[in-house]
């Protein structure tokens, strides 16, 4: 008997039965890019590749034909991620590891040698030929010859060229020729570039919008006389200016070179006002003066000619404030401020109490990097005299002074690359009614430096003297003392100075007459908001008879970067024999500088 006859399958409908059949699904678990030290390069590789971009749902469930095609483009595309950076040469070998149904794949990289510059052609045609500071600007272009021939530098110097032809009134200029040539055999890359600068037009007239002020007043501010070269930082100038008017809550200043005419090109500048008054009102805390309220206003202006006016009022533990100024805005010479103000303080020291009444008429203004500041002070102090039997002493001193503070940064709140200097002079004689002729000087210097992406060195110097016949009638307010927040931490506030003894042979610091302050400070911050400080202060107020005796202090502190800026609070230590108590807590909230 015959088996039975099985039924024929067709070869056809074998294959399309293969075809139909699910294929086994591939995790892929792992892409690890090996042989590149440099972060820049492994990221735009990574990025690169179509592997890496793949998602989660897709990673779990590769089918592979779909991961040998994406294997099949992975050296192309990690070449090509390698070539802005200059490396035309490199070589890549991949490798599969499996683990059942999961694969790992592994990019191994050899960069090879870059690519470099070799002939550089760069040329200016047109106005820009003369000019120096064009001239300069192409001397400076990156990447330079046998410099590795990285795109982003290279497009970065185009741009800054761009910009820098705008900022000097070049608005017709043009790249002619922008050709680079790579030479892979060779590694070598020529640079061929070539602009025409057109025509320098020239400033024209600066065009005010609707402000509240009367006409002529804001024109005074303008720094350039129309028809002069035209030049971005005299529109820079005019909008610092009127940032120090603190009138505007938005400054718009606009170059309109398609409004030019005879090549003279206006500046419209729009404004728009701020609040008119500013009140405020709060309570403050300052390891210094102790626990307070605070109040204040100001009224941007008073009337159309853009007077100010200010009041403060701060009362707190130990010391009480309270102040009056009027200003009228000086634009002759030096832009700047006219002031009048009245203050009244009263200080409350663990040996000396004082209270002080001063008038003060100012004239301030900023010449090239510097705030200026010249004023007559006329200041009555009435203060307890430990010597005397606690009996109450006066002074009245009527005296000019000068003040001026300079100072570059990178960043007005963090700073990593700053340094700045502030210097007082004043001196008071008879012949203009003071109680005690003297002449006082003080300095301050600051300088601040990045190590590292997340570490700063921060140096802080500061040195006074006084010279007078009769310092024991010399004010308390105006002695030197150091110790506290600003000066050594680790010391009360105004801790550190002479010592002298009543007649009970109770001892009191009675202040110096010179002043010597310095301190190191390492920062490291952990995240973009959060770090620790370590620091060591050092200083003495003294007398010239008296030998120099520095008081150290040292410890560890919290830095917060604040969205209203840096907070600072430390934990030092004093080691000198005028240290009150053994560990003291600072707190300071405002910029280094």
């Known amino acids: 008997m015959r088996p039975p006859r099985l039924p024929a399958v067709r070869p056809t409908a074998l294959l399309l039965w293969l075809l139909a059949a699910p294929a086994a699904a591939l995790e892929l678990r792992q892409i690890e890019i090996q042989g590149l030290e440099d972060p820049a390069l492994r990221d735009n590789v990574a990025a690169s590749l179509?592997?890496?971009?793949l998602d989660a749902e897709r990673r779990a469930r590769?089918?592979?034909g779909r991961l040998a095609y994406l294997l099949r483009r992975t050296p192309r595309e990690a070449r090509q991620a390698l070539e802005p950076f200059g490396y035309y040469a490199a070589e890549v070998e991949l490798e599969q590891r499996r683990e059942g149904g999961q694969v790992d794949v592994i990019v191994r990289i050899r960069p090879g040698e870059p690519v470099r510059v070799g002939e550089r052609r760069l040329e200016m045609t047109g106005e820009g030929h003369g000019d120096e500071v064009l001239q300069r600007r192409l001397q400076r272009f990156r990447p330079r010859e046998a410099q590795v021939f990285d795109h982003a530098v290279y497009e970065r110097s185009k741009a800054d060229m761009d910009r820098v032809l705008a900022e000097r009134g070049y608005f017709d200029a043009r790249l002619e020729?922008?050709?680079v040539s790579v030479n892979r055999a060779r590694l070598r890359a020529d640079l061929d570039l070539a602009w025409d600068s057109g025509?320098?037009?020239a400033l024209g007239e600066a065009r005010f919008g609707e402000h509240p002020f009367r006409p002529g007043l804001l024109e005074k501010l303008v720094p350039w006389q129309a028809g002069q070269p035209y030049d971005q930082a005299e529109l820079l100038a005019l909008r610092g200016s009127l940032v120090e008017l603190d009138y505007f809550a938005a400054i718009d200043l606009q170059p309109r070179p398609e409004e030019?005419?005879?090549?003279?090109?206006?500046?419209?500048?729009?404004?728009a006002p701020a609040k008119r008054s500013v009140y405020d009102f709060g309570l403050r805390y300052g390891s210094d003066t102790g626990l307070g309220l605070s109040a204040g206003l100001e009224r941007r202006w008073v009337n159309d000619r853009g007077h100010k006016l200010r009041s403060r009022l701060h009362l707190a533990q130990r010391r009480n404030d309270l102040s009056v100024q009027y200003r009228i805005p000086a634009f002759a010479w030096l832009d700047g401020w006219y002031s009048v103000g009245a203050s009244a303080r009263q200080e409350k020291l663990e040996f000396v109490n004082s209270d002080l009444i001063e008038l003060v008429a100012s004239r301030s203004g900023r010449l090239g990097d510097w705030n200026l500041l010249a004023a007559l002070n006329v200041r009555r102090e009435r203060f307890e005299d430990p010597l005397t039997g606690d009996q109450l002493s006066y002074s009245t001193l009527v005296y000019p002074s000068l003040w001026g503070q300079w100072g570059e940064s990178d960043d007005p709140l963090y700073p990593r690359r700053a340094h700045g200097l502030t210097l007082e002079l004043r001196g008071g004689h008879s012949s203009l009614?003071?109680?005690?002729?003297?002449?006082?000087?003080?300095?301050?210097?600051?300088?601040?430096?990045?190590i590292g992406r997340r570490d700063r060195l921060l140096l802080r110097a500061e040195a006074g003297a006084t010279w007078t016949d009769q310092f024991p009638q010399f004010p308390p307010s105006l002695r030197f003392y150091a110790g506290g927040d600003r000066s050594v931490r680790g010391y009360g506030y105004k801790e550190i100075g002479p010592f002298l003894s009543d007649d009970d042979g109770n001892r009191f610091v009675f202040g110096g007459k010179h002043l010597l302050v310095a301190s190191a400070e390492y920062e490291r911050m952990f995240t973009r908001q959060w770090g620790l400080a370590a620091f060591v202060d050092a200083g003495d107020a003294f007398d010239a008879g008296n030998a120099l005796d520095l008081q150290v202090g040292a410890g560890l502190g919290l830095r917060w970067r604040s969205p209203v800026g840096p907070v600072r609070v430390d934990l030092a230590h004093g080691f000198g024999d005028k240290a009150q108590q053994s560990v003291r807590l600072h707190l300071v909230i405002g910029p280094d500088l």
């Open 177 to 179: 020729r922008a050709r």
């Open 260 to 271: 030019a005419e005879d090549g003279r090109v206006p500046v419209q500048v729009d404004l």
């Open 433 to 450: 009614g003071s109680d005690v002729d003297f002449l006082q000087a003080r300095a301050e210097a600051r300088w601040i430096r990045g």
């Open 62 to 64: 590769l089918s592979e």
């Open 199 to 201: 025509a320098r037009y």
């Open 50 to 53: 179509s592997l890496r971009r």
